[in-house]
């Protein structure tokens, strides 16, 4: 049952719903095994020993308890969700729930449950041919360890009917006897989810479910409300029966009475799809089984299969963490290093440790090497000169060091540890490890890989001659450009109102000088008007009433008419002048704005041409502070 966490043969993309809730289902078992409360969704004991089994089976490996215990202490992450392992779950309490699971993987009574054939299935079902009958006998498990069972039996189920295809025919039933406690209506045990799945997917990949129970009241409505059929024999209480005719949607009106009246060995059968009843009368059987088997019966009955049943070699069958401990022995010595090198090993909870393909409970090593580069890139036109720390972890250690075998990552005292786990075992290869040039060709490896692959990029701006800083950002830059160009446009707008200033107060003062005039003329035209309107009035009337119009009288009445008409003439001229220059001043201020907006669009187009500018390595700019070897393990 527990020997073998086989990792489900189901593509994550695809499946990653069903194996995590199978994964759930695994976790509540051996937690509910080991008598430790757990929520699936807040619970740190249950959240942790989930996210070390998905890790796992995510590569595709399968687990066994020992392994997965082990890694409870020291688990391949550094963080769960967005915190530190050690703020949500803090080593010590990792510790102590190690131990506790340990303590149950090393009681006697734990020996059977690691022993056996594997859960799977498929093989329960038989792969070929008709389907066998697979009895999961326990009678003599106490309550925690029918629900481990039952729990992890059916969560199994669950992931193995979403591997297989639609069908509208029956390939599978599931019999449950005394369903009582495993899908109450009100707690939450964890054989309840997977019970509830089933009874509301199965049917679509020909699995059938049949939970038989004494007690109707003890099952979840939720679960009674999927059944298809129902078999309903003489019931003890009234509570029992209102929860049938509850659960019976559309019942005949005296079902009530049928079932009160049914006689021994008699069942109303309702079938929901055809919303009938039927009266089934069981026939007469003897039975002579004497009651539960006990555990040396259910051995004497299987003796038989288990001599025909292959034997899973000795070697397989998995250990205690404190045996596992305590038994393995280094397999080989480690190789020579030269000298000044730090030899670490790689801690298979650094972040980065999957990007190599370490197995996290392997003891065959592998070398790399991990370099500490400080990089500087220089620029004199742009004015740069940045450095930057680069650091990588150089994996296969093989030669000469090309593009895939760099894996830049930011690494720190923390992915590494100083001893050798237990049983290492070392991969050379080619590799010189204890020679000195071997290192120094190594440093002169990543500084020409770094030379040829290592570059920056920033902004320039030609027309403005301007450079964007190491890490600015394009938006910044841009904004810094309208700036500087705004900037540089106002000087020459500054420049441009010198040159017109000048004009435009000339013109100014002309229009002043040009309005006086007209004023001017404008009140000699209207006293010349009204002379000649007086002075000829008066001359011709009393020459006209006293008899006589004189020649003298009418030439003075036409030099004052002449003199008014000459007037208005100088007035008109006057006018015309001031117009033409307040002409002049308008075409100024036209001339002025045209080269204003002149201006402002060669400055847009300058601040808006910006290009890259990659600014790359030499080198003697490259500078390789650390490189240590790292061993991987690999498997």
């Known amino acids: 049952m527990l020997g073998s966490l086989k990792a489900p043969d189901l593509d994550w993309q695809d499946s990653a719903e069903t194996i995590r809730d199978e994964i759930e289902g695994l976790v509540s078992s051996i937690l509910v095994l080991a008598g430790i409360k757990s929520d699936p969704v807040s619970g740190p004991e249950h959240i942790l020993i989930a996210t070390i089994i998905e890790t796992w089976w995510r590569q595709g490996k399968d687990l066994d308890l020992a392994t997965l215990v082990g890694q409870i202490p020291k688990p391949p992450f550094r963080k769960l969700g967005v915190f530190d392992l050690e703020?949500?779950?803090?080593?010590?309490?990792?510790?102590?729930?190690?131990?506790?699971?340990?303590?149950?993987?090393?009681?006697?009574?734990?020996?059977?449950?690691?022993?056996?054939?594997?859960?799977?299935?498929?093989?329960?079902?038989?792969?070929?041919?008709?389907?066998?009958?697979a009895i999961i006998y326990m009678a003599h498990l106490n309550e925690k360890e029918r629900q481990f069972v039952v729990t992890l039996l059916l969560s199994k189920v669950v992931t193995w009917m979403r591997s297989k295809p639609g069908t509208s025919e029956l390939s599978a039933l599931i019999y449950m006897d005394e369903a009582f406690g495993y899908a109450p209506p009100s707690a939450e045990p964890p054989s309840k989810k997977p019970i509830l799945t089933i009874l509301k997917q199965a049917r679509a990949f020909g699995v059938g479910l049949v939970l038989v129970t004494q007690n109707p009241v003890d099952i979840d409505y939720k679960a009674q409300?999927?059944?298809?059929?129902?078999?309903?024999?003489?019931?003890?209480?009234?509570?029992?029966?209102?929860?049938?005719?509850?659960?019976?949607?559309g019942g005949m009106p005296d079902l009530d009475a049928r079932i009160s009246n049914l006689e021994k060995r008699q069942f109303v059968l309702h079938l929901a799809k055809k919303n009938k009843q039927t009266v089934l009368s069981r026939r007469h059987s003897m039975c002579y089984r004497f009651g539960p088997f006990t555990r040396a019966q259910v051995?004497?009955?299987?003796?038989?299969?288990?001599?025909?049943?292959?034997?899973?070699?000795?070697?397989?069958?998995?250990?205690?963490?404190?045996?596992?401990?305590a038994t393995a022995a280094p397999a080989a010595i480690a190789p020579p290093v030269a000298a000044g090198i730090e030899v670490v090993y790689l801690d298979p909870a650094a972040p980065w440790a999957a990007n190599l393909g370490a197995d996290p409970t392997g003891t065959s090593f592998a070398p790399a090497a991990a370099v500490n580069v400080q990089l500087l890139y220089d620029e004199t036109r742009a004015d740069v000169s940045h450095n930057e720390v680069y650091e990588a972890v150089i994996f296969p250690l093989d030669g000469l060091i090309d593009v895939e075998d760099v894996l830049s990552v930011d690494h720190d005292d923390r992915d590494f540890q100083s001893e050798a786990p237990a049983g290492a075992s070392y991969q050379l290869g080619n590799t010189r490890l204890q020679?000195?040039?071997?290192?120094?060709?190594?440093?002169?490896?990543?500084?020409?890989?770094?030379?040829?692959?290592?570059?920056?990029?920033?902004?320039?701006?030609?027309?403005?001659?301007?450079?964007?800083?190491?890490?600015?950002?394009?938006?910044?830059?841009?904004?810094?450009?309208?700036?500087a160009a705004d900037e540089a446009a106002d000087v020459k707008v500054s420049q441009l109102r010198d040159k017109y200033a000048r004009r435009i107060d000339r013109l100014q003062d002309q229009i002043s000088s040009a309005d006086a005039r007209v004023t001017e003329l404008q009140v000699d035209v209207s006293t010349r008007t009204q002379t000649e309107v007086m002075s000829g009035v008066g001359d011709l009337l009393g020459g006209l009433l006293k008899g006589r119009v004189s020649s003298r009288t009418l030439n003075r009445a036409a030099s004052r008419r002449a003199a008014s008409k000459k007037a208005q003439v100088r007035l008109a001229t006057a006018r015309q002048k001031a117009d033409a220059k307040r002409k002049d001043l308008i075409e100024l201020e036209r001339d002025l704005q045209d080269e204003l907006v002149s201006i402002q669009q060669e400055h847009d187009e300058l601040a808006a041409a910006i290009e890259t500018l990659e600014i790359g390595l030499e080198k003697n700019d490259i500078r390789v502070a650390e490189a240590k070897l790292v061993w991987v393990p690999v498997a």
Not at 473 to 483: L, P, T, V
Request: aromatic letters at 8%; proline letters at 7%.
């Open 435 to 483: 020679n000195k040039t071997f290192w120094t060709r190594l440093r002169s490896d990543i500084k020409n890989y770094l030379a040829a692959n290592r570059s920056i990029e920033i902004w320039k701006c030609p027309g403005l001659k301007l450079y964007s800083r190491v890490g600015e950002s394009e938006e910044n830059f841009r904004a810094r450009c309208e700036q």
């Open 225 to 249: 409300s999927n059944a298809g059929a129902w078999i309903v024999g003489r019931l003890q209480t009234d509570n029992d029966k209102r929860r049938i005719l509850d659960g019976i949607s």
């Open 87 to 133: 703020m949500f779950f803090p080593e010590k309490q990792r510790m102590k729930l190690a131990l506790q699971l340990n303590s149950l993987l090393a009681s006697p009574s734990m020996a059977s449950w690691l022993e056996g054939e594997p859960l799977d299935i498929e093989n329960m079902l038989g792969a070929d041919g008709k389907t066998p009958c």
């Open 299 to 325: 051995t004497a009955l299987m003796e038989p299969y288990k001599k025909d049943a292959p034997q899973a070699p000795e070697a397989e069958q998995p250990a205690p963490v404190a045996e596992v401990e």
